[in-house]
């Protein structure tokens, strides 16, 4: 899922093993925990797009890299208490920076620039929010006196802080449309239950409210461990709505294909970005894929499907290259190529649907999230992802596609 949600998981997480004996350095420490599998986009910096898609939630995301990795991110952290590395100038000025910059970058980018643009936004707010509350933080980090709290937690007391901090990211992030290759390096089979969108809101801001409720909370307090365990109640719960949400849907889908008379090997359906409500599916026939969208709030208990070609055969005299075989495996099959007007190909991952799907002019063509263009260069097939269709959101196309959405999603 997303980074504030991993972040947010990893705190609840370390306050659960190490708040009573350690206080705030434990949700801090959980956090940096929750973000450790995501590092592994430093790759996107060195490799091309298609390596890129086999490393993210690669072997960092597998519990093989949580079990390996604990007992050394433990040592590490318990060595700077023990020898009291973090009592130095030098470290907190580290700490300011890695926390710091990276607030400030937020702060350009979704509160500064959307004003200046006059499109400040509840999203701007709570950032705006959460950003003042960190400031604070440093402001107060930089004026407290020593501690000799961070000592003493044990070498074993941080292993399984980071160990449960990094495990329960890959476990969150499976429960996502995207996979998660959990089992690595024994199989890179990617895990995806498509119980819950690769962000929402529901299940994040309580979780994060929580979370600063018990920040500002001493350690001794039983109050802390309270909103500690309610915010990850209420999480639960939610994923719990967003599991029962699945199963519905599932039904929906299948009794739709059937009424429509539609002959497919498999089916998928996720819920689409931001919410649990509005679901796309997609079911495989012989020679197409057939998309619909459907809401839990919709008055017809039925599904509408579009039918879209396969046109895999374009791709026989490269099938067996690294990167048809990669493309294949990363949409899980779930995908179809078209024809450019230059020749070159276009390949769709479909299990994500169009931007457009709910709502777009008669006739204009599918805006898919994730696509990638295939250019023939001396025999060969260069990739590399299309970003077009997100590029656009970002330049102002994500308001229209999200009251779309919300359109939709009250139901037909």
């Known amino acids: 899922m997303d980074s504030i949600t991993q972040i947010a998981l990893g705190a609840a997480v370390g306050e659960v093993v190490l708040g009573k004996k350690i206080g705030n350095r434990a949700m801090i420490w959980g956090a940096v925990a929750g973000t450790i599998p995501d590092l592994d986009i430093i790759a996107n910096f060195?490799?091309?797009?298609?390596?890129?898609?086999?490393?993210?939630?690669g072997f960092s995301h597998s519990i093989v890299f949580a079990i390996i990795t604990a007992p050394v991110f433990g040592w590490l952290v318990w060595q700077l208490y023990q020898r009291k590395i973090d009592r130095s100038k030098n470290y907190k000025g580290l700490i300011t920076a890695l926390v710091g910059l990276p607030v400030l970058?937020?702060?350009?980018?979704?509160?500064?620039?959307?004003?200046?643009?006059?499109?400040f936004s509840g999203t701007s707010i709570f950032v705006l929010c959460i950003s003042g509350l960190m400031f604070y933080w440093l402001w107060r980090y930089w004026r407290r006196t020593w501690s000799d709290t961070g000592e003493q937690a044990t070498w074993r007391d941080w292993s399984w802080l980071f160990f449960w901090g990094v495990f329960t990211h890959p476990l969150l992030d499976s429960l996502t449309a995207y996979g998660t290759q959990l089992f690595l390096p024994f199989t890179d089979y990617r895990v995806a239950l498509n119980v819950i969108s690769v962000a929402d809101p529901l299940y994040t801001i309580?979780?994060?409210?929580?979370?600063?409720?018990?920040?500002?909370?001493?350690?001794?307090?039983?109050?802390?461990?309270?909103?500690?365990?309610?915010?990850?109640?209420?999480?639960?719960?939610?994923?719990?709505?967003?599991?029962?949400?699945?199963?519905?849907?599932?039904?929906?889908?299948e009794a739709s294909l059937a009424a429509?008379?539609?002959?497919?090997?498999?089916?998928?359906?996720?819920?689409?970005?931001?919410?649990?409500?509005?679901?796309?599916?997609?079911?495989?026939?012989?020679?197409?894929?057939?998309?619909g969208v459907y809401s839990i709030n919709d008055k017809r208990p039925h599904v509408e499907f579009t039918k879209v070609d396969k046109n895999h055969e374009v791709l026989k005299p490269y099938e067996d290259t690294y990167e048809i075989k990669t493309l294949r495996w990363f949409s899980n099959g779930y995908f179809n190529v078209t024809e450019k007007l230059d020749g070159n190909y276009e390949l769709n991952d479909l299990r994500y649907g169009s931007m457009n799907a709910f709502g777009g002019e008669a006739g204009e063509e599918p805006k898919y999230v994730f696509k990638f263009n295939l250019v023939k260069k001396a025999g060969k097939l260069v990739v590399e992802e299309d970003r077009e269709a997100r590029e656009e959101a970002r330049d102002g196309g994500i308001g229209d596609?999200?009251?779309?959405?919300?359109d939709r999603g009250k139901g037909i």
């Open 206 to 253: 309580p979780f994060v409210l929580c979370l600063i409720g018990v920040f500002v909370l001493r350690r001794n307090t039983k109050r802390r461990a309270i909103i500690n365990w309610l915010g990850i109640g209420l999480s639960s719960t939610y994923m719990l709505f967003c599991t029962y949400n699945k199963f519905r849907v599932d039904n929906m889908f």
């Open 260 to 291: 429509s008379g539609i002959q497919y090997s498999r089916y998928m359906a996720s819920p689409l970005i931001f919410n649990n409500v509005l679901w796309q599916g997609v079911a495989e026939g012989p020679d197409g894929y057939y998309s």
């Open 105 to 119: 970058g937020l702060l350009a980018t979704t509160v500064f620039m959307p004003l200046i643009r006059g499109e």
């Open 46 to 57: 060195f490799t091309d797009d298609i390596h890129s898609l086999a490393i993210h939630r």
């Open 401 to 406: 596609a999200l009251q779309l959405m919300w």
